[in-house]
């Protein structure tokens, strides 16, 4: 007889968000876990703003074992657990917890997710000054993440000084140290001629407006052949962004990875079993292709 997919002892993860039909995640996660054969499933919990201790209580009570957390709850969990990590203190956010003794611990796997591409390039990182284009919740993953690979500054591109300026006020509190260098979109043209490695954080060329840039045609013309452009989109892939570093002979990475190895990091702390990351990657793309 076929074995049931839930049994009396199968063990519940999930993601916490409003809304959260959207997410890739339990597709990805199921994936894994049958591959794996784990007694496991992955759920979509729907929470509202308002309703995030009921729900933590909740996930306490029924023996939850672990869980992601998207938009808008990645910052309003932070009271609720007992303990987060450097990375979810820099990032400002959580998207992943788990059960301890003691409570929930939090972490930010968004910054394992962005380094994943970045891991095989034989890079001296203290020789580095990344580009960063944008200065919200993403590109705190994409600091953090350049802090740890021992880049000594960055230059954080964003529309707004004030923005900026509390973007950088707010790292001076942070476990992960970077010098933030803030730059205003004027300063681009003359950063893309010396970029070795820029990187979108911004929605701009997001489905549906596949067409757009953050960066003009002839702005895009200056990057060096060498550097690398990195789009942390995933939908359109490859963005306008990308085509446009491709056209200049520069490699390039789409935020497809990101995903990926965001939900392996996950779970991994989760089930402590290395991810099936190419079973991962498959039902992402498939979930994409469908879109
Ligand atoms: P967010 O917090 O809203 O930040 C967006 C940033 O982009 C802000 O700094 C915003 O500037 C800037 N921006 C937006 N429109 C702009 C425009 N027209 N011109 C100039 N700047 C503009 O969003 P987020 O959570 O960081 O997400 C950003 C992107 O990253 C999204 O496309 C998301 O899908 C992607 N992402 C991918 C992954 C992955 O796993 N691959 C993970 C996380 C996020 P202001 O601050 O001035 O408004």
């Given at each position: 007889m076929?074995?049931?997919?839930?049994?009396g002892k199968?063990k519940?993860?999930?993601?916490?968000?409003?809304?959260?039909?959207?997410?890739?995640?339990p597709?990805?996660?199921?994936?894994?876990i049958?591959?794996l054969?784990?007694d496991?499933?992955?759920?979509p919990?729907p929470?509202?703003?308002d309703?995030?201790?009921?729900?933590?209580a909740?996930?306490?009570?029924?023996?939850?074992?672990?869980?992601?957390i998207t938009?808008?709850h990645?910052?309003?969990i932070?009271p609720?657990l007992?303990e987060?990590?450097d990375e979810?203190?820099?990032?400002g956010?959580?998207?992943?917890a788990?059960?301890?003794e003691?409570?929930?611990?939090g972490?930010n796997?968004?910054?394992?997710g962005?380094?994943?591409?970045?891991?095989s390039?034989?890079w001296?990182?203290?020789q580095?000054?990344?580009?960063?284009?944008?200065n919200?919740?993403?590109a705190r993953?994409v600091?953090?993440?350049?802090?740890?690979?021992?880049?000594?500054k960055?230059?954080l591109v964003g529309r707004?000084?004030?923005?900026?300026?509390?973007?950088?006020t707010?790292?001076?509190?942070s476990?992960l140290?970077?010098?933030l260098i803030?730059?205003?979109?004027?300063a681009?043209?003359?950063?893309i001629?010396i970029a070795?490695l820029l990187?979108?954080?911004?929605?701009?060329?997001?489905h549906?407006?596949?067409q757009?840039?953050?960066?003009?045609d002839?702005?895009?013309?200056r990057?060096?052949?060498?550097a690398?452009a990195?789009?942390?989109?995933?939908?359109p892939?490859?963005?306008?962004f990308l085509?446009q570093?491709?056209?200049q002979?520069a490699?390039?990475?789409d935020?497809?990875?990101?995903?990926v190895h965001q939900g392996?990091?996950?779970?991994?702390?989760w089930?402590?079993?290395?991810?099936?990351i190419?079973i991962m990657r498959q039902?992402?793309?498939?979930?994409?292709?469908?879109?």
């Amino acid at each position: 007889m076929r074995k049931p997919l839930i049994s009396g002892k199968t063990k519940l993860l999930g993601i916490i968000g409003d809304p959260v039909t959207h997410s890739m995640s339990p597709v990805m996660q199921n994936a894994a876990i049958a591959h794996l054969g784990l007694d496991y499933i992955y759920v979509p919990f729907p929470v509202l703003p308002d309703r995030i201790e009921a729900a933590i209580a909740g996930f306490t009570a029924i023996g939850v074992q672990g869980f992601n957390i998207t938009i808008p709850h990645k910052q309003a969990i932070i009271p609720y657990l007992t303990e987060i990590s450097d990375e979810a203190k820099a990032v400002g956010a959580v998207n992943t917890a788990w059960r301890t003794e003691q409570g929930w611990s939090g972490t930010n796997t968004d910054v394992i997710g962005f380094l994943a591409p970045l891991r095989s390039l034989d890079w001296d990182w203290r020789q580095v000054t990344p580009i960063v284009l944008g200065n919200g919740g993403a590109a705190r993953a994409v600091v953090a993440g350049f802090a740890k690979l021992g880049c000594p500054k960055l230059h954080l591109v964003g529309r707004s000084s004030e923005k900026l300026e509390q973007f950088v006020t707010s790292w001076q509190r942070s476990p992960l140290q970077i010098e933030l260098i803030p730059r205003t979109w004027d300063a681009l043209d003359e950063l893309i001629a010396i970029a070795s490695l820029l990187v979108n954080t911004t929605p701009i060329g997001m489905h549906p407006h596949t067409q757009a840039s953050p960066l003009s045609d002839e702005q895009m013309k200056r990057l060096p052949s060498s550097a690398i452009a990195y789009d942390l989109i995933y939908t359109p892939s490859p963005t306008q962004f990308l085509r446009q570093a491709a056209a200049q002979g520069a490699q390039t990475i789409d935020g497809t990875e990101m995903l990926v190895h965001q939900g392996a990091a996950a779970l991994e702390q989760w089930v402590g079993h290395p991810a099936p990351i190419e079973i991962m990657r498959q039902a992402l793309q498939q979930q994409l292709v469908a879109l």
